[in-house]
């Protein structure tokens, strides 16, 4: 019995101490979700003003959301967005990869900077770098109108610069997500024969899924945003953000602030289903 009390004393401090350590992780968790939620906070703000001033008016809102031109600017956005995102899937995989698996280098590191250059420059310095590439009289713009590819004020023009502000988002999700597969796992696949497309086929892409779902939806929530590149060399047709300028400074902000509302709510049940269909879709593959 004495055995037993010693044991006791003996565990009694750590016991209080484990006590201690938890309500002191408890309380620093409780003032990270204080501080979380000014930024959850804002944005709630945010939407409860808008809500409250729409839902005052539901026929105006109902006339609004029913409209053709609402509509169209929608669906518009999104598949311009979507488009923007399939270039990027296409050509931005491979580059991704290649910056995960090459050495520290000062090539590499230019390629990595000019990759995150459309992060950092105003949205407006990235239209003109699109509209000066792809006009009717610039590099890439005049030899692809004589095949009958317009870029100014048409739906390629739209989709172009999509890509261009999306594309650091993308491609660098998906360079994380293979920098996480281990190398071994290519380096064993290889002793089995398999070439290095195959590797990456079946190997290191299938592992990265849950990225490549996630870069996806990072750009394609940033192509469908953008506004100022896209107005710089496709000002028509409209997409949802130009829509909304266009009725701020034609019919004022009545109908510009129902077109706000309508696209919200849209995108908010969008993003929704698209992260519960990434936190299925890649779950177990990627936990190597």
């Known amino acids: 019995m004495k055995i037993e ?5 003996a565990d009694a401090p750590s016991s209080r101490w484990s006590v201690r350590g938890r309500r002191q ?19 709630v703000l945010a939407l409860a003003n808008i809500t409250i001033t729409e839902l005052a008016d539901p026929l105006h809102l109902i006339e609004v959301a029913a409209s053709s031109g609402v509509l169209g600017a929608i669906l518009l956005t999104f598949s311009a967005g979507a488009n923007a995102v399939l270039l ?14 090459a050495p520290p280098s000062r090539v590499k590191g230019v390629v990595e900077s000019i990759v995150d250059l459309p992060l950092i420059l105003p949205h407006t310095v990235a239209g003109l770098l699109v509209y000066l590439l792809f006009m009717r009289r610039g590099w890439l713009g005049a030899p692809l109108a004589e095949i009958g590819l317009a870029f100014e004020d048409a739906y390629p023009g739209t989709v172009v610069a999509m890509l261009f502000v999306a594309s650091p988002f993308f491609v660098n999700t998906m360079r994380e997500g293979f920098e996480k597969v281990p190398l071994h796992l290519e380096n ?11 590797t990456f086929r ?3 892409l299938p592992l990265s899924l849950r990225h490549l779902f996630s870069g996806a ?8 945003g953008e506004f100022a590149a896209v107005v710089m060399i496709a000002y028509y047709p409209f997409i949802i953000s130009t829509l909304i300028y266009y009725s701020f400074t034609t019919s004022g902000i ?35």
């Open 202 to 204: 079946t190997v290191t």
């Open 5 to 9: 009390s010693d044991s006791a004393d």
């Open 217 to 224: 939806i990072l750009a394609w929530g940033r192509a469908i």
């Open 254 to 288: 009545r109908t510009s602030r129902s077109i706000a509302f309508v696209v919200i709510v849209v995108s908010l049940g969008v993003f929704y289903l698209l992260r519960r269909l990434t936190g299925y879709l890649g779950r177990y593959d990627d936990r190597v």
């Open 88 to 101: 990027l899937i296409l050509f931005g995989t491979p580059l991704a990869y290649v910056l995960a698996r």
């Open 25 to 43: 992780a408890d309380l620093c968790i409780v003032w990270f979700c204080i501080l979380g939620a000014v930024l959850v906070g804002l944005t």
């Open 188 to 198: 064993v696949a290889r002793t089995l024969g398999a070439g290095t497309f195959t």
